[in-house]
């Protein structure tokens, strides 16, 4: 069965700063996706990664995928505080379609 | 011209009474699913139907039971409901023919069960 974790789950970072968020997935998948999610509101899509070295950029938030690895990244550039939200990335499971979420990293960016 | 909408946004109701969620795309897309997100923020995908056709049916109890009239609306209906079932529930939509096959979520409604 897929598992998809995240780490970190919380992020306080200073604005300015730069961090990494990290998504690992158990089984074979060609599909990752990143969402963003503000408090009490709906999820974003931010990034459709289809194939291995998949890199898509927007801003300050740049994700890659490394299907070999299991591993996809959202890299956040010089935070500010309109990025703070909570990151979820997504993996289609292969055998049954089914989108499973990780746990999601809450990030807070603080002056 | 909402792409994906969802009614009630906010529930809150009795143990043991009957809601229904409802669940409208306007994006022509072909399969619409429901996930449930608890109070830790985990999300977890409950249904979802493919041009009316039940395709992914998830351990959820039976008192769960969705219905699509037609591609563009996916209800939840869940009977006697329990203080477990308190939890945000999302709508959401997708093109599984496409190459991206993106899901596009509603904004979500929140089940309170007192």
């Known amino acids: 069965e897929l598992k998809v974790e995240q780490n970190p789950l919380f992020l306080s970072m200073q604005e300015g700063k730069n961090y990494t968020i990290y998504c690992n997935y158990s089984?074979?998948?060609?599909?990752l996706y990143w969402y963003r999610q503000d408090p009490g509101k709906s999820l974003e899509s931010l990034f459709v990664l289809l194939s291995n070295g998949a890199v898509k950029q927007e801003g300050r938030l740049m994700a890659s995928l490394d299907t070999k690895a299991r591993l996809s990244t959202l890299h956040i550039t010089a935070a500010v505080h309109d990025l703070s939200a909570t990151y979820f990335c997504a993996v289609v499971s292969y055998n049954t379609d089914k989108l499973i979420f990780g746990t999601g990293t809450r990030l807070q960016v603080f002056p | 011209d909402t792409a994906v909408s969802q009614t009630p946004k906010y529930l809150v109701t009795q143990m043991g009474n009957d809601k229904s969620i409802k669940c409208e795309q306007n994006?022509?897309?072909?399969?619409m699913y429901w996930y449930k997100q608890d109070s830790k923020k985990f999300l977890k995908i409950m249904f979802s139907y493919n041009n009316k056709e039940l395709i992914i049916n998830e351990t959820v109890p039976n008192r769960f039971s969705p219905k699509s009239p037609d591609k563009a609306h996916l209800n939840l209906h869940i009977n006697s409901l329990e203080l477990g079932d308190s939890a945000v529930y999302f709508c959401a939509s997708s093109q599984v023919s496409g190459s991206y096959n993106e899901q596009f979520f509603g904004p979500g409604t929140r089940l309170t069960v007192l």
């Open positions: 994006l022509g897309h072909d399969t």
């Open positions: 089984t074979t998948s060609d599909r």
